[in-house]
């Protein structure tokens, strides 16, 4: 589960500040964290069709904002896809 204590780092990893959690990188980070948690669930309880919409859900969420910020400033986007692992 993503704990307000994980959320916080994440925000001040790729948010610059402990306030700047609206950023786009910060919520594909935020976004990426929830999407591997449901992952791992999913290796138990193979059967939670309710939560493997929720993860349809986050994963069109995050290609949305993926491909804003890659419209945006490709260099951002490159960075955070490296630092994430996603891709590539």
């Known amino acids: ?3 307000k204590e994980r ?3 994440l925000v001040n ?3 610059g500040s ?3 959690s609206g950023k786009t990188e ?3 980070a935020i976004i990426t964290e929830r999407i591997n948690y ?3 669930h999913f290796a138990d309880h193979k059967l939670d069709f309710h ?3 929720g993860l349809m859900k986050l994963i069109g969420r995050r290609r949305r904002l993926l491909k804003y910020l890659n419209g945006k400033s490709p260099e951002r986007y490159k960075a955070v ?3 994430l692992g996603l891709r590539k």
């Open 1 to 3: 589960m993503l704990t």
């Open 7 to 9: 959320t916080a780092e």
């Open 13 to 15: 990893k790729f948010g």
């Open 18 to 20: 402990e306030k700047n």
């Open 26 to 28: 910060v919520q594909v």
């Open 38 to 40: 449901l992952s791992n």
């Open 51 to 53: 939560s493997k919409r």
């Open 81 to 83: 896809i490296k630092e």
